[in-house]
């Protein structure tokens, strides 16, 4: 699974996807002069005004083969699922995001680092049922001095619709050869559901893995539930069963978790109760901790990567530097993380003193929710920030992408590499405007990346 090539012998981050017929998608073209594969990512992303492929044919080819899935009702409350136009992202910058994933890895396999990691960790990040917790999201800004990174996360959203908005995706520009794709589209398909195969082997070895369930309170009224559905499609066209629920439907019998008659084998958990600490999540924890049900990704996961407190580690040269990991990873490592740090009662005064430079993040916090831009912060919200542990990093301005060519149609960009083992498996983009990344913003949403063949 690891390092797999696609059939014309690219590697994962080279991969290029077979354009699309005209009846797949209809693109339009790039008046432009600079949208060319000789222009800089630069210019590419301030004035080539492509769009990836006309909305209307898109909606029509999902609908086509996914069904209901990719309904007209699906898209009618997520209209901005899918961004209008392409982000551009340099070979060397892709290149530099994939040697971040593997030095983190490498950072995080360290005793140093996870006995640092597990005292501001739940108790139950310490059980260690085996597997390695699933696919992870790591998010950057580019910058003119490198990609920086942002924070990561377990069970990130976005990668099984990247995947398949690949397949659907069409290069725009007047030479449209001279693009390539990062990874999407069939191959990437596959990768995705290899990580769950991947997974429930570590644990169940040769075990036949038979019925997964997606699992997410409330799940139709989550954005990303068409990904949900998307996900169990998938593991049904790979022979197994996959049930799409709320963790209240499930019940313990017999040792066993069951949806109605089904026996659950394993559990693609999209909860953000990450140390499963609810009563209404009680019945997985136990299974969980009895090890009668493989759960990925799974608290010790998030406490090893996403907990937002790790990246004060990671940013802190002596720390690194006593880690035991190899000077290579700590070099690539401490380039790219932005100074951060916890804030504390004794360090609180000098914070507020320079909130404009700062972004504010609760440590277990996700999807951008109860985070604050210091120089939108008010004294109010402030004082609640005191409440529950946060961390405050250094402000990294995103990167932009215009998408026409009034200042009104310049997004914001935030690349998220998906990744698992420490190598990369997808890499897409979000756009958006305002102060975090949405879903809402006209033309913004999920972007394919372009890149430059090498």
Not at 69 to 95: G, K
Not at 171 to 179: A, H, L, P, R, T
Not at 384 to 400: E, G, H, R
Request: net charge neutral; proline share 6%.
């Amino acid at each position: 699974m690891n390092g797999e090539r696609d059939a014309s012998g690219s590697s994962p981050m080279l991969g290029r996807e077979t354009p699309l017929t005209a009846q797949q998608g209809a693109a339009k073209s790039c008046t432009s002069s600079d949208c060319s594969p000789e222009s800089s990512v630069d210019a590419l992303n301030q004035t080539c005004f492509c769009v990836t492929i006309d909305e209307s044919d898109l909606r029509k080819s999902l609908h086509g083969e996914f069904s209901d899935i990719f309904s007209p009702a699906m898209w009618s409350r997520h209209e901005h699922l899918f961004a209008t136009s392409p982000v551009f992202v340099d070979q060397s910058t892709l290149q530099t995001m994939a040697s971040v994933v593997a030095s983190i890895e490498e950072v995080v396999r360290t005793r140093a680092f996870q006995d640092a990691v597990m005292a501001w960790a739940p108790e139950i990040a310490r059980f260690d049922p085996g597997p390695l917790g699933g696919l992870l999201g790591y998010d950057f800004h580019l910058t003119a001095s490198g990609p920086r990174l942002i924070e990561i996360n377990t069970n990130p959203g976005g990668a099984f619709l990247n995947a398949v908005l690949g397949r659907f995706q069409r290069q725009c520009c007047k030479d449209e050869e001279g693009f390539a794709t990062a990874p999407v589209g069939v191959v990437a398909e596959r990768w995705l559901v290899e990580v769950f195969i991947g997974e429930w082997r570590m644990q169940r070895g040769d075990t036949p893995l038979r019925v997964v369930a997606i699992v997410d309170d409330a799940p139709p009224e989550q954005y990303l539930y068409p990904e949900f559905l998307l996900v169990g499609e998938l593991l049904r066209r790979r022979g197994m069963d996959a049930i799409v629920c709320d963790p209240r439907d499930l019940v313990a019998r017999g040792g066993r978790l069951y949806h109605g008659d089904a026996p659950i084998d394993l559990i693609y958990n999209r909860l953000t109760d990450f140390s499963l600490a609810s009563p209404e999540h009680a019945a997985i924890k136990a299974a969980y901790v009895a090890g009668t049900v493989v759960l990925t990704p799974h608290p010790r996961a998030h406490a090893l990567y996403a907990d937002k407190r790790n990246l004060t580690l990671l940013c802190d040269p002596a720390f690194l530097a006593r880690s035991g990991a190899s000077d290579g990873a700590v070099a690539v490592v401490q380039q790219a993380v932005p100074e951060t740090q916890v804030v504390t009662a004794e360090n609180r005064q000098r914070l507020w003193s320079r909130r404009r430079d700062l972004f504010f993040k609760p440590a277990t916090g996700y999807g951008s929710r109860a985070a604050y831009r210091g120089d939108k912060l008010t004294k109010r919200v402030w004082d609640q920030i005191s409440l529950s542990p946060y961390v405050a990093q250094n402000v990294i301005v995103p990167s932009q992408r215009r998408i026409g060519p009034s200042s009104e149609q310049a997004h914001k960009v935030d690349v998220r590499v998906y990744a698992y083992a420490g190598e990369v498996k997808l890499v897409a983009a979000r756009m958006y405007r305002g102060q975090t990344t949405n879903m809402r913003t006209p033309g913004g949403g999920f972007s394919p990346v372009l890149t430059f063949p090498q």
